[in-house]
């Protein structure tokens, strides 16, 4: 799944070698990472001229917090592959205004966009990025309260017990708009919210049922998560 993925964005990338890029922090995507440094470092792929957005971020953290999304994506990809400060855009989640903070997101991909690949995990709840259940599915950039499953779960990625209460995140209307949406999964523990998302009723109770709707869209599983598929 990992290396599937990581060769569709090097197509991408090869295609339009200034591709704007949109990147999740979380266990799924960390393989991906892995399959491109390696590719990077073999010279198979120049992300040099490459844009990246930030998928999310919990609200009041940035890049020195360990466990933030932002934290995350820099030890796993930006760091080792020497991405340029100005390639990159991420939340400020510690503003003082979020609704500026998320109007900052929006026209940094208009600038440099639309976005090519739009790259996005599934929740165990349904969710995509930090639009959880009952998101409009029409929205950009925006920040919401955290769903008690996302609070739940979230706390994996801290040493201690840490308080999240709410998330900034880009919106499924970027995801309806990005050239290639994609979707990856891996686990049994995603098999059923995957099922449901795959061929279950387009809901905004299920976020990733909007993938039903995108004609563009790539689904990568691995065995087990697609066991319900």
């Known amino acids: 799944m990992s290396r599937a993925t990581a060769d569709l964005i090097l197509e991408q990338v090869k295609r339009r070698p200034n591709s704007l890029l949109c990147f999740p922090s979380g266990d799924s995507p960390a393989g991906v990472f892995k399959c491109l440094i390696a590719d990077a470092q073999a010279g198979k792929v120049d992300f040099s001229q490459c844009y990246f957005v930030g998928l999310d971020e919990w609200v009041g953290m940035d890049k020195d917090d360990d466990g933030s999304c932002t934290n995350f994506l820099y030890g796993h990809f930006f760091t080792p592959m020497q991405i340029k400060p100005d390639q990159v855009k991420f939340f400020d989640a510690k503003a ?85 949406p994609m979707l990856i999964a891996a686990g049994s523990k995603k098999a059923e919210i995957i099922a449901k998302a795959l061929k279950g009723e387009i809901t905004n109770q299920i976020p990733a049922s909007i993938f039903q709707t995108l004609p563009s869209a790539v689904v990568l599983l691995d065995e087990e998560a697609a066991a319900g598929a």
């Open 96 to 180: 003082a205004n979020l609704d500026a903070a998320c109007s900052a997101m929006d026209d940094f991909i208009k600038l440099h966009g639309p976005l090519d690949i739009m790259l996005v995990g599934i929740g165990m709840n349904g969710h995509i990025g930090l639009n959880e259940p009952g998101t409009d599915f029409n929205l950009y950039a925006h920040h919401a309260p955290l769903a008690p499953t996302t609070k739940t779960v979230g706390q994996k990625y801290f040493k201690q017990q840490t308080v999240l209460t709410e998330g900034i995140t880009l919106g499924l209307k970027h995801l309806q708009e990005a050239k290639i």
